[in-house]
Nanobody, 115 residues
Framework: QVHLVESGGGLVQPGGSLRLSCAAT????????MGWYRQAPGSEREWVTS???????NAAGSVKGRFTISRDNARNTVYLQMDSLKPEDTAVYYC?????????WGQGTQVTVSS
């Protein structure tokens, strides 16, 4: 079992920045991918970005060039640096931890981009 704890959400003005963190505890697997999904009100949950244990990253087109994912394997923690935020980035952001057999989810953290 893996437990994920997220932090760092909040309210920010358009053009601003936020940094999310997600720490994994429990049965840490050597092969894993961590990343983020988000869900806006009235919308489906959408994948945002991911990073493998060896540092390979991928990101959705809507956030490329603005969001940067990184991880600290010693702390089993993944970070999401979000820059140039737009109102359409407003959503609940969910961290995930994926192994070859299971996917675990964080509780979600609210990000609101508004003036």
């Amino acid at each position: 079992q893996v437990h994920l704890v997220e932090s760092g959400g909040g309210l920010v003005q358009p053009g601003g920045s936020l940094r999310l963190s997600c720490a994994a505890t429990g049965s840490i697997f050597s092969i894993n991918t961590m990343g983020w999904y988000r869900q806006a009100p009235g919308s489906e949950r959408e994948w945002v970005t991911s990073i493998t244990r060896d540092g390979t990253t991928n990101a959705a087109g809507s956030v490329k060039g603005r969001f940067t994912i990184s991880r600290d394997n010693a702390r089993n923690t993944v970070y999401l640096q979000m820059d140039s935020l737009k109102p359409e980035d407003t959503a609940v952001y969910y961290c995930y931890y994926r192994t070859p057999t299971n996917t675990y989810w964080g509780q979600g953290t609210q990000v609101t981009v508004s003036s």
